[in-house]
């Protein structure tokens, strides 16, 4: 299978990138810059370094970066710096989702393409009465209004549920919101709910990226999963932090 991956040089796409060629499969990742990438990466017969802007490429482009691929996931994200919270693009992920939805669209293909978003538990689910405290919304408000990279999530998990929705012929999608992302070196045991079991805001969980990096990469292969959690936006925790 080839995969499509985008914000693969981060934290944890690179945790999924791992996991993807652990399984053999072929996978093409799309950096501004191929500089601080393992150097194992760079000679990788099974991946494909393609050095753009990825809002940058054109749609001829994009649509022949993603003719052969089977899944697209991203792990894209805001860095956490006064330029990367504030500059643009502000709506990086939402923009990058729409214009490869609009991609694997256009190619009209004879399967529909899996989807994965990395978003957040700080979004909920609005497909789902997913209650929240008084205090969590007020917190949830001024983030909105403080930290476009909050909004930039809601609005790309938004984009998938009411513009792709739960019946495209072209594109099925999870939204995986991972709780406070932790640095492990090795793949434990986590758990995935449907919703957030504790709240974001205070009382978070954690979760190391390698796990959440294993989880998207076995929703991409794995049918029996995808099956289970397409259309939904499940919430993964580590185990062993959830004390």
């Known amino acids: 299978m080839t995969v499509l991956v985008v914000g693969a040089s981060g934290a944890t796409g690179s945790k999924l990138v791992e996991q ?25 017969n099974d991946l ?12 001829i482009e ?14 894209l994200g805001h860095n956490m710096s006064w330029k990367g919270i504030y500059g643009q693009p502000r709506k990086l992920v939402t923009d990058a989702t729409r214009r490869l939805c609009d991609v694997i669209k256009s190619n009209n293909l ?21 209650p929240i405290s008084f205090a969590q919304k007020c917190v949830i408000g001024l983030l909105r209004l403080l930290l476009p990279p909050h909004v930039d999530n809601e609005k790309a998990a938004d984009y998938l549920r009411t513009q792709i929705g739960q019946n495209n012929n072209l594109i099925e999608w999870v939204a995986v919101r991972p709780d406070g992302l932790i640095n492990e070196e090795n793949v434990s045991d986590y758990e995935i709910h449907p919703s957030p079991i504790r709240s974001a805001i205070f009382n978070a969980g954690k979760v190391s990226r390698i796990n959440v990096g294993h989880f998207m990469a076995s929703l991409i292969t794995e049918d029996n999963l995808w099956k289970k959690w397409k259309g ?10 959830q004390n």
């Open 48 to 59: 494909q370094i393609i050095t753009a802007s990825l809002l940058e490429l054109s749609d």
């Open 62 to 75: 994009m649509s022949a970066i993603v003719s052969d691929c089977k899944a697209v996931a991203s792990c």
């Open 110 to 130: 004879q399967s529909p393409i899996k989807f994965v978003l990395m978003n957040t538990t700080g979004n909920r689910n609005r497909d789902l009465n997913e």
């Open 20 to 44: 993807l060629l652990i399984e053999k499969h072929r996978i093409k990742i799309i950096v501004r810059s191929p500089d601080k990438l393992p150097e194992s990466w760079k000679t990788n």
């Open 232 to 241: 939904q936006m499940p919430v993964i925790y580590s185990k062993l932090h």
